[in-house]
């Protein structure tokens, strides 16, 4: 597994070095958040480790950007502050976790594994499959140039749909994922909901995204 640190400070680095590569990672450092964003386009690492205040390209920017170029890489920030807002800001970024300064490395290390063990979901505020967009942060839902407009219960159902992708999700699955303890898992809600979202999603598309699997549920796919 190979990890990608971004981080100014020396001491930080050399510290966050030696302990991944002492747990048997491979690992490259930069201290320059434009130079991050190079590494992090040319090379497929499996986790960034990336500190916010940063010289040329701050922590935040770096990860938008390469979010908006379509890459993943599970993320992990490191900040000196640990306000709710950092964090907020931090998470809309597209970082998958969040470490505040000074902590202590086998923290570090764990939630490294922890990335590690994900399994590759979309991450970041914006989801796409196929034409269909929605973000998160906005919650505004567009199928090519046509703006659907979803209420929040629809809207939770798409985002499950749209966060795993490819993958079929049981009526159990998406219903414990969106409803709440009150949700009833022989009642006919999900159902009655994957209803109204084909007709505001996949009605007068070329293509239809929802996919019914007989027998187990649902798959949300461009793909036949
Ligand atoms: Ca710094």
Known sequence: MRILVVEDEPGIANFVRQGLQ??????????????????????????????????????LDLLRELREQGNKTPTLMLTARDTVEDRVIGLDAGA????????????????????LRRPPLQTGTVLVAGDLEMDTSTRQVQRGERLIDLSPREFAVLEY????????LTR????????????????????????????????????PLIHTVRGVGYRLSAEE
């Not at 749909?161 to 079929?168: E, G, K």
Request: charged share 25%; hydrophobic share 40%.
């Open 96 to 115: 998958d976790d969040y470490l505040v300064k000074p902590f202590a490395f086998p923290e570090l290390l764990a939630r490294v594994r922890a990335l």
């Open 161 to 168: 749909l749209m966060r795993h992708p490819n993958q079929v």
């Open 172 to 207: 159990t699955q998406i219903g414990e994922h969106v409803w709440d303890l009150c949700f009833y898992n022989e009642s006919n809600v999900v159902d009655v909901y994957i209803g109204y979202l084909r007709r505001k999603v996949d009605t007068d598309s070329d293509y």
């Open 22 to 59: 002492e747990a048997g990672y491979a690992v490259d450092v930069t201290w320059d958040g434009q130079e991050g964003l190079a590494y992090a386009l040319a090379t497929e690492y499996d986790v960034l480790v990336l500190d916010i205040m940063l010289p040329r390209m701050n922590g």
